[in-house]
């Protein structure tokens, strides 16, 4: 009996030994883990309105703000380990361990975070934008670390992994603040090129949104089967785009109807021959 309230003691003390001990010290981790997670929440959010107020790149906050907050999360942790104990230099080097057999798992993955961090930097598109991958397209809504978010013209979100956006081909429109808009217009063989010359160049002229400079061209553009195409080509403000090109087309079918120009649709002639 005597030995098991021996044996009791002895692992009493060294409980409380470790206690007293390790106690301290894993209290002391614990509250500055809270508090360091609350101060790098402040930090976070205190960056995110100075970049705000300095108009940072809208393509850059989101960015930074996560680079930030990853950065400041490890060495916190790093700093609550060293605290408890464990050597910074020997968890760090496990640490190293540790991540080239994640790197080599997520290769996939880095090879998105370095697309992201050549699109900020290089700049090829940014928030706002219209750009087309040839697959997708849209306006791109924002751009994160490892993907970047596009809003369809029908507002569904496409999500793009970043590293195939930095190392493919892709068409932004809104770099320019200008762009053409390309017609084709068909009128019947037998209808006055000159009358169907002078009607398109009214309407154009009458359109305030159609520039002047560079100058609206007009020109015959193909001797088709069934029609005689006219092919338009004007500059607007890229603003202005769609509207021109959706408006234009109504105002030319009103006007050649109106003015007795024919636009022709695509017709056969049969021939029917009597056997006997």
Known sequence: MEEVTSEA????????????????????????LILGLWVIGIITRGIGKT????????????FLKTLISVTLKIMLFIS??????IEATS????????????????????QNF?????????????????????SYSGTVHTIHIFNTYLKSPDNKTIIL????????????????????VDFTFGVAYGDSTQKTRDTLKALIHADDRILKDPEP?????????SSVNFVVRVWVEATDYWGVFFDMNEK?????????????????????????
């Open 91 to 110: 968890f760090v080097a496990v640490l190293g361990a540790a991540g080239l057999a994640v790197g080599l798992a997520l290769q996939g993955t880095l």
């Open 9 to 32: 003691s002895k692992y009493s003390q060294l409980a409380i030994d470790l206690v007293m001990t390790w106690g301290p010290k894993v209290l002391a981790a614990i509250v500055t």
């Open 252 to 276: 030319v079918y009103n006007k050649f109807n109106e003015v007795g120009l024919n636009i022709p649709f695509p017709q056969m002639d049969v021939h029917l021959h009597k056997e006997g």
């Open 114 to 134: 370095a697309g992201g961090v050549i699109i900020l930097l290089l700049k090829p598109f940014k928030v706002g934008d219209w750009i087309d991958t040839g």
């Open 161 to 180: 992994p970043n590293g195939s956006l930095a190392n493919s081909s892709l068409t932004n429109y809104s770099t320019e603040p200008q762009r053409r």
């Open 80 to 85: 609550v380990i060293g605290m408890v104990g």
């Open 217 to 225: 061209f007009i020109a015959v553009s193909a001797l088709a089967d």
């Open 51 to 62: 970049m705000q107020k300095r108009e940072v790149d809208l393509s850059l906050r989101p």
